[in-house]
Each structure stands twice: as C-alpha cells, then as structure tokens.
C-alpha cells in the first residue's frame, strides 16, 4: 500500500519505524489541523516538523529559541540532502540576504528561525513574500509567563502568524501545564488545536519513593544503595536541591566511595571546574555525580543507571525530566527519590521569597521614596520591616522595575525612578498577577507531593499529569511491584496500615480537632507531645484532654507526622503569615473511622520505635553526614590509650555509644562535650580537654 509518509521516513531519515506519538502528528499537520505536540525531550518532536516540511508545498518556517543549536541542526539536514537555512544573528546581513534569496526563489524547504528575528518589520514582509506552507514554533512554552522559559519575542508570533497567515501551524513542547497549553493555543491563535501528548512512558525506569527521617538517614540509604543496591552497577546521578546540600552529600560520598569516583556540579561552581566535573562524568573515570538541576543540559550519558534525588524536586515537570536521565541505552535503570515532608518548607519558602507580597513591595517602595537617595540592597533591607533578608527585598525590587519605578545606579544603588507616582496605588503593580503565579507555582509543588504519596501506579500518576493516555501495565515501581531488592533497608510498602499506625494517626487528628483551628502546626505538635515550652503551656492548648496523648512520640515527631498529615490532605495548613492547621473532611472520616487510612507511617514514625532511633532519624540539616571512618579509628585509639593507663575495660572511658555520637557530632568545646551521650563533667575533668585536642587535630 502506498504510504508516502512511512516512505518519506524511511527515504529521508532512514528510520524504520516512528515514535509513539509521531505519525499521529504528522497526520495531522499533513491535512492542515492546528497541532499542539507534547512529547518529551528526545522523543522526537523536530521529525514533526521536517517530514511534513518534505511533503509539502512551500517553506516550513520552524521558530526555535535554541539559537546555538540550529546550525548542527541544518547541517545535518543538509547532510539528508534536504535544503535547510537558519537566519539569526549569527549571520551578518549579506548572509541573511543570501539565504533570503534562496528562500525567495523556492529553493529552501525548511528554514529556523530566532524568535527575535520577528522584531523586524522587514523579516516580516520579507516572509509574508513567500508561500509558507508550515510554520512550526518549537519549544513553544516559551510563551508562557507560567513556565520556567518565558520568552518575550515568542509573544510576537501571535501578530507574525496574522500577517504571514501560514497554510498550516503546529506547536511543539516537552512541558505543559494546563495553563501553559492554554497560553500556547491562545497566543499562537490556534483555533481548536489538536493536542497530542505522547511519549511519556518510560517503560526501562522502575521509579522508587522512600520516606526518610533527617540527613543522615537519607546518607545512609544513599550510601547503600550505590554500594550494594541497584546503584552499584553503572553511572549514577544524585540530585540535591541546593548548591549547600550537593556539596554535603558530595562531601560524605567522597568519604565513602573515594574521591575519584565522586565529581559534583551546580552553578555556584567556575566555568573550568564544571567542564572537569562534567567530563569526568562524562568519559566515565568518574561514576557518580553529584548535581544540583543545573546538571543535564548537554550531559548525554547514555548509561545512567540510577538518579537518585535526595531532596523533594519542585515540580513533577523537574523530577520526571530528571529521572529522564537515566537508562536513555533502554537499558533497565532505577530511579529512587528520598523524601521527607519537611522537604517542601524549601520550596514554600523560595516560593514566597520570588513572590512578595503587596505589603512588602509597597514597603520597599515608601522606604525608597522616603529615602531620597539611591540606596544599598542591605540598608534597604534594614529600612524595611516587614523584609526578611536581602532577597526578600530584590523580589520587591524586581516587581517594581517591570512597572519601570525603581532603577539601579552605579554601585550596586537602587533608587526610585523620579516622577513615578508616589502612591504605590498608582504605580499599576502587577499584583493579580503575582498572586496567580504564587498560587500555581503551590499548585505544582502539590502535585508534586501527591506523587510522593500516591498510593497506585507512579507511572500511571505521571502520564495523567502530563495529560497522556495510559491503560498499563506499569512498567515497574515501587506500588505495583513492592520494594523490589535495592539493597537499601525496606522501606514503606503499599501494604494496609497496622492497626496501631491507625490508632496513632487518629490521636494525632484528634488533636487537631481539638485545636480548633487557631494554632500553628509546631504548637500543635508541642501540645500532643506534651512539651512545657512556655508558648504551649502558656496557652489553653496545655488544658485540652489531648495534651500529651503522644508524649511518647516527641516534638519532632509528632511535627512530622501532622506535616505526614497535611500533606495526605487529611488536615489544612492555611494562612500567610502564621499558617495554622485543621482538620479536613477527610480527617474527620478517618478520625471518626468512617473512613480508613490509606497510607502507612514511616519506619521512624511507627509506634513503638524507640525514642533515641527516632531522634536520630529526625535530625535534619548541618550536621556532617558520615562519620569520618579516620576520625573513629582515632577515637577508638584514644580510648585504648587511656583504658590502659588507667587499667579499667575501654568501655568503662566510654561506650561505643558515645564514640559513634562523638564522631558522628564531634564537639569542638566543653559545651559541646558536655551534650554528648554518655559524657559529663567527671570525665571532663579526667579527659575533656586532651579528647577535644584528639580530634582537632583529626578533622582540622
Ligand atoms: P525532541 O526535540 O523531542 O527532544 P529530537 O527531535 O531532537 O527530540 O529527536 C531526538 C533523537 O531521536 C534524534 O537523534 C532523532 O534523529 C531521533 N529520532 C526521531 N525520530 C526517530 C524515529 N522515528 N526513529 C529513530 N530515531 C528517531
Ligand atoms: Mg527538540
């Protein structure tokens, strides 16, 4: 049967078959349906383009931000024999002049161009001269001021289509939103587009959640997990969320695994330093790396076994685009995330951070008016009350520069633009705006964390977010298929909840209810923990039958577990300056058990795990991750040494307890040693001040 376009894949491309997705676009371009493509990074969207581009009559105009890659792109078309032209500002005008004239006289099938060539009234009559016949916008989120890339010149394409009135439109993404997708049909005019989203599944990637305590939890089953889990068999990449959190893990793997092994990478690093780092990886002399986001473009190792987050990623986009990663060979890889609820306060925080509220913008404002002198950014952020630090102000400030009030000056100056109204009212601050985007950038960490928690299929949670199809089997993760051997302690498995878990869980509702709504999480937390904080005590909390109904639990715990809580939906978290918590209609149900607790406690949070376990695991942030292996050999030494001038056992100058918490938390003064388990001021007397001298002279 006559199939021009499997021919015309098969002639030009040289490729048997399509990808998913592929021919059902083409198909429709072909027939001259506005298309939407959602497919992700390399599944193929430019063949959606340039087939048609072939079949057709005219020039198919191919709009790309990614300037520094169109030339590979052309000529590797033209190596196809395809006549293929690219015109940005890499070419001088005698050279955009020539390529006009091949285009001119029909001899171009396919030309990209830079989104702020549209800037031109003459590219644009320029072009509106010959018959386009295709006009494709790649990257097409560009256009959004939802997404992450937005691109003022991608708002002229809306105007440049009415002019060139092209035969046929079709816009390309790896990333949509709803909202973006509506920008996308919108601002392209594309009138009822059809919107095919394809390509998600990964069928080689076994995805993997695990709930984890603090830091030095999450170490440990990282360390396990390269070493004898399915991260010990090939490259790997960890994910951390910040420049700070990369080099602690990098720190504590290099101390385990060795430092040849180990690179890491964020954009804190110089130019010199990433390139190492990313050749390293890349040769394969190193197998690890460690990275914030910033890792990934252009690193294209087709190996990676394993990508392993150790903080929660922003956004479902982030984290799948980051798993995305691994096994590109089709070769089975896994994909662990490590989590903890408390993961999202970042996120909450940079949220807040990048959106100021009204009152803090119109703060700054007044402050800079009053000032009438241009200012520092930190005598600006004392000025200002309502500021928490520096960036909290920049926020403001870069809100007031998009309604041209504030400018900077030589010096790192800020100062107000003179004749911009003084009524902040009157500057038309972008605030609707602001708060929208606020409250879509909480929408996408929410879905975020319901992924995290989602009892059925992760993949299957995955594609119906992006919006594709998805009848299964699941290609293997961790709620289909159980913990499989990782080789890192088992974690929490879809299994029903004990009914001790559920007895706790209502506990802690109950104390909820009994709250009535007007406190914060933390005090809640106190108040079922029984703490004598003087900010419970001092409070009607303190009189509620609920005081110190899980005194066992701890402060942290119980924090953690009403976060657990929250994030299940079972309980509210509302409000912008003092969030307090309530409870939902779901966690009546549960509380009442009208309805039943769908999900399970994590290990540390189980009823029944002793205290000091439990504080080990909830210890977050700061602390050095691993214990440094020389450090406790010299501590054992030191020990020996005095066991035998005093001739008493080793474990009577300390246990082993208190060596493992010396190492893991080693105390550079008397304070420090004093707080250490299983030490106090006799044996400072004996031996505090040579021990301190020990490991000083150990770890510098
Ligand atoms: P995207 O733009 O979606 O990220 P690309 O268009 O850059 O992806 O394509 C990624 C790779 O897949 C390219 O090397 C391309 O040649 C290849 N490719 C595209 N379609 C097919 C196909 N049907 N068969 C084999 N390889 C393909
Ligand atoms: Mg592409």
């Not at 700070?244 to 385990?256: D, N, P």
């Not at 402060?555 to 309530?582: F, N, Q, W």
């Not at 050999?633 to 009577?652: I, K, N």
Request: proline share 6%; charged share 25%; hydrophobic share 45%.
């Amino acid at each position: 049967m006559h199939d021009p376009i499997r021919e015309a894949l098969r002639a030009h491309f040289g490729f048997d078959d399509f990808h998913a997705g592929q021919r059902d676009v083409i198909e429709d371009v072909v027939a001259g349906r506005p298309t939407v493509a959602i497919m992700p990074t390399g599944a193929g969207k430019s063949l959606c383009y340039q087939l048609p581009a072939l079949l057709l009559d005219g020039v198919t105009v191919v709009v790309s931000p990614l300037i520094a890659l169109m030339k590979d792109q052309v000529d590797a078309l033209r190596a196809r024999g395809i006549a293929a032209e690219f015109i940005n500002s890499s070419l001088d005008a005698g050279q955009q002049r020539a390529a006009f004239d091949r285009l001119a006289s029909g001899a171009t099938r396919l030309v990209y161009v830079a989104p702020e060539r549209f800037r031109h009234g003459s590219f644009l009559r320029a072009l509106q001269r010959v018959p386009i016949a295709l006009f494709a916008v790649d990257e097409a989120h560009c256009i959004s001021g939802w997404g992450h890339d937005f691109r003022p010149d991608y708002l002229r394409l809306g105007g440049a289509i009415e002019e060139i009135r092209p035969q046929r439109i079709l816009a390309c993404t790896a990333t949509a939103t709803p909202d973006v997708r509506e920008d996308i049909q919108r601002f392209l005019h594309l009138d009822d587009p059809r919107v095919h989203v394809a390509g998600f599944l990964r069928t080689n990637l076994f995805l993997e959640v695990k709930h984890c305590g603090g830091d030095r939890d999450r170490a440990q089953r990282l360390v396990a997990f390269l070493r004898e889990g399915r991260g010990a068999e090939g490259a790997v990449v960890v994910y951390a969320s910040t420049r700070k959190r990369v080099e602690l893990f990098a720190r504590g793997l290099i101390q385990v695994l060795g430092a040849r092994d180990v690179v890491q990478y964020h954009a804190g690093m110089d130019d010199a330093a990433r390139v190492r780092a990313q050749e390293a990886f890349m040769s394969g002399a190193a197998r690890i790396a460690v990275a914030t986001n910033a890792f990934g473009m252009g690193v294209d190792r087709a190996d990676v076994r394993a990508v392993v987050h150790v903080d929660l990623p922003r956004t479902v986009e982030g984290y799948y685009q980051q798993v995305g990663r691994a096994g590109r060979d089709r070769q089975p890889a896994h994909c662990l995330l490590l989590y903890n609820p408390s993961d999202s306060r970042v996120h909450e925080f940079l949220i807040e951070q990048s959106h100021p509220q009204p009152s803090l913008v119109t703060a700054v404002w007044r402050a800079l008016r009053a000032a009438d002198r241009p200012l520092r950014l930190a005598e600006l952020a004392t000025l200002v009350a309502e500021a928490d630090g520096e960036p909290a102000v920049e926020a403001a400030l870069r809100v007031l520069s998009r309604v041209d009030a504030v400018r900077g000056e030589a010096g790192g100056l800020v100062a107000a633009v003179p004749g911009a109204p003084a009524d902040p009212n009157e500057l038309g601050l972008p605030f609707d705006e602001l708060g929208r985007h606020r409250q879509a950038e909480y929408e996408r960490l929410k879905q975020m964390k319901r992924f995290v928690h989602h009892p059925g299929c992760r993949h299957a949670y995955v594609l119906d977010y992006f919006g594709e199809p998805f009848s299964g089997p699941c290609p293997g993760c961790d709620r289909c298929h159980g913990a499989v051997a990782t080789g890192v302690a088992a974690g929490v498995a879809f299994e029903s909840p004990s009914p001790a878990e559920t007895e706790l869980v209502r506990k802690a509702l109950a104390g909820v209810a009994r709250a009535r709504g007007g406190f914060g999480l933390r005090k809640v937390a106190g108040m079922l923990a029984g703490s004598k904080a003087k900010d419970v005590v001092g409070t009607s909390l303190a009189s509620l039958s609920t005081y110190g109904l899980l005194d066992k639990l701890g402060v942290e715990a119980c924090a953690e577990l009403l976060r657990l809580l929250v994030d299940h939906g079972l309980c509210h978290l509302e409000g912008a300056d003092y969030p307090t918590i309530s409870l939902a209609e779901s966690g009546w149900a549960v509380m009442q058990a009208t309805a039943p607790l769908t999900f399970r406690l994590p290990a540390h949070l189980q009823p029944g795990t002793p205290v000091a376990a439990r504080t080990r695991a909830l210890r977050e942030g700061g602390l050095p991750v691993y214990t440094d292996p020389d450090l406790v050999d010299a501590l054992r030494r030191f020990r020996r040494e005095e066991a035998e001038v005093r001739d008493v056992a080793a474990y009577m100058i300390f246990p082993d307890r208190t060596l493992h918490a010396l190492a893991a938390e080693p105390p550079r003064d008397k304070a420090a040693f004093l707080r250490t388990p299983g030490l106090g001021p006799t044996r400072w007397e004996a031996f505090g001040p040579k021990l301190l001298a020990v490991i000083a002279e150990q770890i510098g």
